[in-house]
DNA sequence: CATGTGAGGTCAATATATTGACTATTCGGG
DNA sequence: CCCGAATAGTCAATATATTGACCTCACATG
């Protein structure tokens, strides 16, 4: 087959994933923060209560190290807060600002209308089940 | 339905994305290079004759000033060389070094070996249709 | 043949992500 | 009760990846 160019799963998923954040990104632009910042600040408006700093680097499978550094800027945008955790003098917990809160309300539509836009050249049936094997490749890479 | 975390699918293919590199890295650390710089290795070795930075970049889907600094490295390390292009002044020829080559060869069974057990909790029908959605989101996301 | 557009390449700034190395605290078992 | 192991967090080094700004050269159109 003359043409026909091989693309690796593995690598293919690294590009895909590449190409979300940079589709994303314009619909954050405006508002300062990047999809990663995204996705953390989805996650604590999505928790009861605040989440230490290693709950949310578990939830969201990157290092604690990173999370260290993604909290760092966005409380320096002024979007989450921590305070420190009475029952454990090591650990600290975030949460959103008022003003971090109010910035992930105003954007959800967008991201949900972006999210639900994007398979429109593949079957819902096709969508389903990347959902699906998607989450099961990540069980087995993280056992 | 309670305690199901709604894994968001855009989160779930980048988390699967930085899964796969650190699940691959181990096979190529002894060597000294990453995942993404076997991508690029890779690339080179099957293409016939050299390719130039930007062809590669285009080929790999990412910026050419991304790919500027992985060049960079790669020769660096020995296992990639350039050489200005005569028909084009502005650009340069890539290709792999004699050791770049033989790195390829070397680690071309570890890493076919490795992407053929990754699916193995998962159905053959499923890991196809996953890499045939996979190619069909970069397609639509690169229009 | 001159000029403007666009393509190839680099550099700088910044965010994301990893590992390694370290401190401080918690917690379980002797 | 105390001590070793595990957990929470930070800092540093490095790779990956993006955009913006810029230079050089190619090429088409007037």
């Known amino acids: 087959m003359p043409g026909t160019t091989e693309r690796d799963l593995i ?3 690294i590009q895909l994933a590449n190409l979300l954040t940079r589709r994303l990104a314009p619909i954050f632009e405006k508002s300062k923060i990047t999809p990663q910042q995204w996705a953390v600040l989805s996650v604590l408006g999505e928790s009861e209560g605040a989440l230490s700093l290693a709950g ?3 939830k969201l ?3 604690k190290q990173n ?3 993604m909290v760092a800027r966005l409380e320096q945008l002024g979007l989450a807060e921590r305070e420190a955790d009475p029952a454990d003098l090591r650990s600290s917990k975030v949460q959103l600002s008022r003003r971090g809160r109010a910035l992930v309300d105003k954007l959800r539509p967008s991201y949900d209308e972006w999210v639900r836009t994007l398979g429109k050249d593949v079957s ?3 969508m389903q089940s990347l959902t699906r094997t998607v ?3 990540i069980s087995e890479l993280e056992a």
């Open 11 to 13: 690598v293919g998923v």
């Open 56 to 58: 949310l680097a578990r």
């Open 61 to 63: 499978l990157v290092s």
């Open 67 to 69: 999370m260290t550094g």
């Open 124 to 126: 819902q049936r096709d």
């Open 135 to 137: 989450d099961r490749l």
